[in-house]
């Protein structure tokens, strides 16, 4: 199953809104597969890492554009939240 969340993207100018397409597994958790922001589409390559809190899913994840992302679920709200950007350095 596929599912479409609209969240905040934290520390983002303007309060600016990520849009989460997700897939919900066998055991309906939640996994990103692409994410919307500042109308830009990025496809997720990979989950780099995953981890919980009491209230939240966290997944860092690879993006298309080869930088790396946190993203953060809420599942009792159906929220989704971009946490930060990493930008991966290019070697020299």
Same mark, same amino acid.
């Given at each position: 199953?596929?599912?479409?969340?609209? *969240?905040?993207?934290?520390?983002?100018?303007?309060? *600016?809104?990520? &849009?989460?397409?997700? $897939?919900? *597994?066998?055991? *309906?958790?939640?996994?990103? @597969?692409?994410?919307? $922001?500042?109308?830009? @589409?990025?496809?997720?390559?990979?989950? &780099?890492? @995953? /981890? $919980?809190?009491?209230?939240?899913? &966290?997944?860092?994840?690879?993006? %298309? %554009?080869?930088? !790396?992302?946190?993203? !953060?679920?809420?599942?009792? =709200?159906?929220? /989704?939240?971009? &946490?930060?950007? =990493? =930008?991966?350095?290019?070697? @020299?």
């Amino acid at each position: 199953m596929t599912r479409q969340s609209i *969240g905040s993207a934290a520390g983002a100018s303007g309060g *600016g809104n990520v &849009v989460v397409e997700a $897939y919900a *597994g066998y055991k *309906g958790e939640e996994t990103p @597969r692409s994410f919307l $922001y500042e109308g830009v @589409r990025y496809g997720v390559r990979a989950v &780099v890492a @995953r /981890w $919980y809190t009491e209230r939240h899913s &966290v997944f860092k994840v690879l993006a %298309d %554009d080869e930088h !790396r992302y946190v993203l !953060r679920h809420d599942p009792d =709200e159906l929220v /989704w939240e971009l &946490v930060m950007r =990493e =930008e991966m350095r290019r070697p @020299r």
